[in-house]
Every structure is written in structure tokens, then in C-alpha cells.
């Protein structure tokens, strides 16, 4: 008994140690946090002027003396031209989004949107560049959502992936008229996980009970610290498929062409073969696509910064840390699969 009570103690004090040394770390990130807080509003960037800004800066050191002159001199003629018919060129509206866990950039999402409905004409369109791995299913279904109102509205919806739109991303990527893909960019994974661990053992182990009490035959399902039944488990994987079925229905509500037995089955493929089962249009990265549209449109980069409380931004911080370890175990797995 003398040692249980030792041992006890020894946790005790080694939990207050770690519990002490993280509050001084998050104290001294809030007071960070308020010092550099971010102003809320929205951004807009020229991204044909910061093309021909790129470009000039490398001709100004590649060519000769005689030779920029020449160049400039065409360019500022050239623009002079580009101003005058601005007025009559379409007009390109580019989003960046980068999803995490809860899909936290949804704020400034729709923000986005409303703006652009608010100028768009009916010959403009909007690009949208996803990098989303999936996540909280309510979360990315709002942020589905969202992009269906520029579909509404009739206005062309391009998303670019160069990286990854899988699961909850792909659910807001096939909302697109069209979806463009990087070579080895991943997509898919139509399907629906639930995962945590149970401690239930252990806590018996240490002779403690875990006690919940609900009102609602199907309040709660399984649990973490409870001890789980074939019941509980068999509800709540009633209740993964109901969720897959929804995302089913809404995949095909926007590409009825695709075989669902084919690709709704949690798998995700690579572009090439994305395009093969029809999960992509067309084959390019997303500076591909914009260069070519700035030839014949004004593109426009939109973004609107939200000004995020600390304890919601550090939650956000958390979500990235623990995706990170999610692609990183699914890399590893991926890469002990693949050819030395």
C-alpha cells in the first residue's frame, strides 16, 4: 500500500510538473498572440501584374542593356493596350484553400465567396486552389456548401489540386464544374473512418469505474473509457454508413457520370489515374492553368484574413500538428509499399 501511495504521489507530482510547463508556454503564446494579432479584412492581388513583375525583374538581369530597353519599351506599350480593354476582359477570382481537421479556413471562405458574388459577371469564373486531406464531416460539408453558391449563381467553379483533395477535400472538390489535377496529386477516398482508443482496461486495472449516464437510447455509442458492447459498435458503424451514403449522394449530385461501386470505396488514386475513373477533367497544375487564363483574363487573387480568438487559433494549431502525423504515418505506409 506504502508504495501504491509512493508511486501515486511520484504521478502526481510528475503530471503537475508537465501540466505547470504548459501553461507557462501557452501564457507566453498568448501574450505573443496579442502582440502580433491579425487585422481582419480582405486582400486582393493582381496576379497578372505580379506574373509580369516576375518576368521583368528576370529579363532586367538576363538581358543586355539595349536589349531591356526594347523590352520595357513593348511592355509598356503592351500594357497600355491590356488597360484600355480591361473593361471588356473576363475576369479569373482566385482562392487559396488549405484544409486542416476541422476545416478551420471555412471563416474566411465564405467570406471570399460573398465578396466575388457580390462583382461577378456571368463570363467571369472562379479558380479554386485545394490543398484538403478531409476531416470533420460537418465541417467540409459547410465548406462544400459554400463553393455550391458560386454554382448557383452560374459562375464556372475550377479547383486545382495540386497535392491532395481526398475525403472531406474531395467532397468539396467534385463540387467544381471542372477539376483539374496535378499528375500525382491524390484524390478520392470516399469513404468514412471513426477511430479512438478505449482505456477501459487499464481503468479496471487501477480500480476505477467509469460511470456515463444518458437520456436517449442512442445518446452515446461507443466510448473511450466505457466498456464498448457489439451493439455500440454495431450502431455506430450503422451510423459511418448513413454518413457514406450522403457522401455518395452528394458526389453524384455533381458528377452523375462517375461509377460509384467503382470509386466510393475509401480508396484514393493518383491524378493520372483519378482522370481514368473520371474524379479529375483534365491533367495540369494550377500554374498552368492560371498562366494560360492570364492571357485572355484579369485573375484576381482573393483572400480574407479572419482575426481568430487565441484558444480557437491554438485548437486550429493542434488540428495541423496531429494531420501532420496522420500524412506522415500514411506516407511512411505508402513509401514501404513502393519499389527500392
Known sequence: MAELLSDYGLFLLKTATIVGAIVTVLASLATISRRAAVHEGLEVESLNRKYRTLARNLRRVILGK???????????????????????????????????????????LREEISAILEVARDDDQVIVRLENAGGLVHEHGLGASQLARIRDRGIPLIVCVDKVAASGGYLMACVANRIV???????????????????????????????????????????????????????????????????????????????????????????????????ADELQTSDQLLTGLAAERDLYRVSYKVRRPFRQRLLVTLDDALARLDAAAWRRGLESRLPR
Open 66 to 108: 539595349g536589349e531591356w530597353k526594347a523590352a520595357a519599351k513593348a511592355e509598356k506599350a503592351k500594357e497600355k493596350l491590356t488597360a484600355k480593354a480591361r473593361e471588356r476582359r473576363p475576369r479569373g477570382f482566385v482562392i487559396d484553400f488549405k484544409g486542416d481537421l476541422r476545416a478551420s479556413a471555412v471563416a474566411s
Open 181 to 279: 489535377a496535378a499528375p500525382f496529386a491524390v484524390l478520392g477516398s470516399i469513404g468514412v473512418i471513426a477511430q479512438l482508443p478505449n482505456f477501459n482496461r487499464m481503468l479496471e486495472g487501477h480500480g476505477i469505474d467509469w460511470e456515463m449516464v444518458t437520456a436517449g437510447e442512442y445518446k452515446r455509442n461507443v466510448t473511450m473509457f466505457g466498456k464498448n458492447t457489439d451493439a455500440d459498435r454495431a450502431r455506430l458503424k450503422a451510423q459511418l454508413e448513413d454518413v457514406h451514403e450522403l457522401f455518395k449522394a452528394a458526389v453524384a449530385t455533381f458528377r452523375p457520370g462517375l461509377d460509384l461501386a467503382r470509386v466510393a470505396t475509401g480508396e484514393h488514386w493518383y491524378g493520372t489515374r483519378a482522370l481514368e475513373l473520371g474524379l
